[in-house]
Nanobody, 128 residues
């Protein structure tokens, strides 16, 4: 059973940066595509970025393109999300999730889909 734990959230000023980490236990991440999602109260959870098993395939939501970067280190069982140029609209709880579905299914429509395992989230607050 795969367990995921997010870390790295916090309070940051507009324009600032954070690096989120998603670390796996109970199993390796090598065979899983991993996505980062975020949710604010009253809104649906949205997929912001996901990465294929080998790290070459990546998807970004339009709202974060050019500002966020997803990467992975399978040896460390960790997927990262670098958040740059943060603004108040990026304030949310950020979750990571993993899927062993085909990449084509994960990215069949905008967003990241078919996730089977979820972390509990880390809060990111952008405020001056």
């Amino acid at each position: 059973q795969l367990q995921l734990v997010e870390s790295g959230g916090g309070l940051v000023q507009p324009g600032g940066s954070l690096r989120l980490s998603c670390t796996a236990s109970g199993d390796g991440l090598d065979y899983y595509h991993v996505g980062w999602f975020r949710q604010v109260p009253g809104k649906e959870r949205e997929g912001v970025a996901c990465i294929g098993t080998g790290g070459r395939d990546r998807y970004y939501d339009d709202s974060v393109k050019g500002r966020f970067t997803i990467s992975r280190d399978n040896a460390k069982k960790t997927v990262f999300l670098q958040l740059n140029g943060l603004n108040s609209q990026d304030t949310a709880v950020y979750y990571c999730a993993a899927s062993d579905a085909p990449w084509s299914r994960v990215t069949a429509t905008p967003g990241c889909h078919a996730m089977d395992y979820w972390g509990k989230g880390t809060q990111v607050t952008v405020s001056s």
